[in-house]
């Protein structure tokens, strides 16, 4: 057995939940629910990162102490994630004791191992990114993301040398073109690698709301080297060194573009630093934008998971429901680049790809089944056109979630779905007569939504687990295991077929 371990980034508890954070996570939970499928062992993490500037600055601004903060906040992210059946195994705190245990751990380490120095760092940093930039980086003296005046710090620091590692990861990166994709971001980290690598500052001394640097007490560790170690923290480092060699080998990070340079230079160099050689892959993929521009609370662009699901009784506009919601974020942006967030491209998606088409052809089908051949499923033709078409569907459905592909692996699945539409008009079963050439169209139609339904799993969980029931078929659909659940006539024959409303009704622009 294979193993899975994949993360989304953890998220700043300064503010709560929305789209943008949404969309990362359900890719997340999609690539780990293929996985299973797959049957892969699985470990899927997610969580909150707690520590930092911007954490006492928001806890100031509210009144509370950062502990507060953290705690109020952080259960928004989990109650958010259990409202759009997030499938995580486990949500890390990084105020929690198992992390800052890891975090001492791993750069004690580095320490030890001669990376780390003391300095006096002055520069310009933006609170909101908790990170320094050069003036060349900054517009108009302004953060290229927040667009917000840099602060100029200066402080005596621990510094990395994180340009003893340039060169090593640059060979790597160019050894190994898989392990960040798409391709556009390896050589966005390649670029970043040619250029002067400069050591950088790893604590903070002007606060104390963070991981204790344990040769010298006085200072934190800054925020992101604490936030990092958060995967290697999950996956048992410094406390379970049999679960960290099954699991770390096999760590995929899902991050937006923005972090890129932490996650794809800083951290394999930490990794490295203290004697970690399993280096980590990364799916990479663009901003999610609101009228051209990134989501941000400062400009009030923010859209909650809930008004999406639910529904906004204030302009009037249609929840989608939670497959729905899941179903846009994975099949409309494409993986990679920005991406414009649009209300109505959600509704025409859902009502073509949902309503139309998958909805559609389960009730079609289990309709016709039933005023043609009973409440019981015929079986299908084992040599079926339909056979060779679900068997290719897999392949690429397969092949696009390897890649990292969400948009391309649903459009794999939906192929079936279509091509199962199609045949249906060309045989028109419900004009036959009752008899064996009927039975044998609906036992392949039965046979195809089966499959369809096990591979749309990932995407519209809640959607086929009710297909699944409705076609007969025992059990959970998230319990079954490719690639043998595929095997054509491998049911539902002889089940009891159930009617229901649509599994998606048409949503108003």
């Known amino acids: 057995m294979s193993t899975f371990y994949v993360t989304t980034p953890i998220y700043y508890v300064n503010d709560v939940p929305h789209i943008g954070h949404t969309y990362t996570t359900v890719i997340a939970?999609?690539?780990?629910?293929?996985?299973?499928?797959?049957?892969?062992?699985?470990?899927?993490?997610?969580?909150?990162?707690?520590?930092?500037?911007?954490?006492?600055?928001?806890?100031?601004?509210?009144?509370?102490?950062?502990?507060?903060?953290?705690?109020?906040?952080?259960?928004?992210?989990?109650?958010?994630?259990?409202?759009?059946?997030?499938?995580n195994d486990d949500f890390i705190r990084t105020t929690e004791p198992r992390h800052y245990a890891a975090v001492q751990a791993l750069m004690q380490?580095?320490?030890?191992?001669?990376?780390?120095y003391k300095d006096v760092y002055e520069g310009l940093y933006c609170v909101g990114c908790e990170a320094y930039y050069t003036e060349d980086e900054l517009e108009d003296g302004n953060c290229p993301i927040h667009k917000k005046p840099a602060e100029r710090m200066?402080?005596?620091?621990?510094?990395?040398?994180?340009?003893?590692?340039?060169?090593?990861?640059?060979?790597?990166?160019?050894?190994?073109?898989?392990?960040?994709?798409?391709?556009?971001?390896?050589?966005?980290?390649?670029?970043?690698?040619?250029?002067?690598?400069?050591?950088?500052?790893?604590?903070?001394?002007s606060i104390?709301?963070?991981?204790?640097?344990?040769?010298?007490?006085?200072?934190?560790?800054?925020?992101?080297?604490?936030?990092?170690?958060?995967?290697?923290?999950?996956?048992?480092?410094?406390?379970?060194?049999?679960?960290?060699?099954?699991?770390?080998?096999?760590?995929?990070h899902v991050i937006g573009k923005d972090i890129i340079r932490f996650h794809c230079v800083f951290w394999p160099a930490m990794l490295l630093a203290a004697g970690?050689?399993?280096?980590?892959?990364?799916?990479?993929?663009?901003?999610?934008?609101?009228?051209?521009?990134?989501?941000?609370?400062?400009?009030?662009?923010?859209?909650?998971?809930?008004?999406?699901?639910?529904?906004?009784?204030?302009?009037?506009?249609d929840g989608f429901g939670v497959d729905g919601f899941r179903y846009h974020f994975l099949r409309d942006p494409a993986f990679g680049p920005d991406s414009d967030f649009s209300y109505e491209a959600m509704v025409t998606r859902y009502n073509s790809d949902l309503a139309n088409q998958y909805g559609n052809l389960v009730q079609r089908v289990i309709t016709v089944a039933h005023k043609k051949c009973g409440e019981t499923a015929p079986a299908p033709d084992p040599e079926s056109a339909l056979s060779a078409i679900a068997r290719t569907a897999f392949e690429e459905t397969a092949a696009a979630w390897e890649r990292g592909q969400p948009p391309m692996a649903l459009d794999?699945?939906?192929?079936?779905?279509?091509?199962?539409?199609?045949?249906?008009?060309d045989n028109e079963p419900w004009k036959m007569e009752p008899g064996a050439d009927v039975d044998r169209v609906m036992g392949d139609a039965l046979e195809a939504v089966r499959i369809v339904t096990i591979l749309a799993s990932p995407a519209i969980p809640r959607a086929t687990q009710a297909a699944w029931e409705r076609i007969g078929m025992a059990g959970e659909v998230t319990d079954q295991r490719l690639p043998d659940a595929i095997d054509w006539a491998s049911g539902p024959t002889g089940a009891t077929l159930t009617s229901g409303d649509p599994?998606?009704?048409r949503r108003k622009g």
Do not use: C
Not at 109 to 116: A, P
């Open 29 to 87: 939970d999609a690539f780990a629910r293929w996985h299973r499928l797959m049957g892969d062992d699985t470990f899927f993490l997610t969580g909150t990162d707690e520590h930092g500037l911007k954490i006492a600055r928001a806890a100031e601004d509210n009144g509370i102490t950062p502990r507060e903060q953290a705690d109020n906040t952080s259960i928004r992210f989990r109650e958010a994630w259990e409202s759009i059946d997030i499938s």
């Open 109 to 116: 380490k580095v320490y030890d191992n001669g990376h780390i």
């Open 154 to 205: 200066h402080e005596e620091n621990w510094f990395f040398r994180l340009s003893d590692f340039a060169e090593q990861l640059l060979e790597f990166y160019e050894q190994n073109p898989d392990r960040i994709r798409p391709e556009g971001y390896r050589n966005e980290v390649l670029g970043l690698l040619r250029q002067e690598v400069r050591d950088v500052s790893i604590s903070r001394s």
């Open 208 to 252: 104390d709301w963070g991981v204790p640097v344990p040769w010298d007490e006085r200072h934190v560790f800054y925020v992101w080297y604490d936030a990092l170690i958060n995967y290697a923290t999950a996956a048992g480092y410094s406390s379970d060194d049999e679960r960290f060699e099954k699991y770390w080998p096999s760590v995929h």
């Open 276 to 317: 970690v050689t399993d280096l980590p892959r990364y799916f990479v993929h663009g901003w999610l934008l609101v009228g051209g521009e990134k989501m941000s609370k400062s400009r009030l662009n923010n859209i909650t998971p809930a008004q999406l699901v639910d529904g906004d009784p204030e302009d009037g506009t």
């Open 412 to 425: 794999a699945t939906w192929r079936l779905i279509r091509e199962t539409n199609e045949y249906l008009a």
């Open 503 to 505: 599994l998606f009704p």
